[in-house]
């Protein structure tokens, strides 16, 4: 398993590379109406993440009310395979909301998500 996710790491670090300036394609949700780009579309399907679109999706279309315009995510996994996914309004702001997670596969490190205007992209699309 470790051997696997550290390829998908690499494969995953790898597309976020390619994934600049934008995105052609956007996704909505059928059921929470929550977008996001093309670039977080392969990232949730290398990774078997959909999980993490539709975690934050809840939170940004349910609990930021009135909605707030510009979010910085991360999604930190630890060694041990648990993960914690914050939020907050700019680099240097408290968090605004925190969830963990006991275990996950998603590759270990540090990954960070924008939400501009209700629309999930990669750092990179920005």
């Known amino acids: 398993m470790e051997a696997d996710l550290v390829k998908i790491g690499n494969e995953l670090r790898l597309h976020i590379s390619q994934c600049y300036g934008g995105s052609e394609h956007f996704y909505r949700n059928k059921y ?9 579309e392969q990232l949730a399907y290398i990774a078997k993440a959909h999980w993490l679109v539709s975690d934050v999706g809840g ?13 910085i995510w991360e999604l930190a996994v630890g060694d041990d395979h648990s993960a914690t996914l914050t939020c907050r309004v700019d ?36």
Not at 59 to 70: A, D, H, N, S, Y
Not at 112 to 120: A, I, L, Q
């Open 91 to 126: 680099r240097d702001a408290p968090t605004i909301y925190r969830q963990t997670y006991s275990f996950t596969t998603f590759p270990l490190g540090d990954w960070k998500f924008y939400v501009v205007d209700g629309v999930m992209m990669l750092e990179s699309e920005y």
């Open 32 to 40: 929470t109406g929550f977008v996001n780009t093309g670039g977080v």
């Open 59 to 71: 939170v940004v279309m349910t609990l930021f009310k009135p909605p707030i315009e510009f979010q």
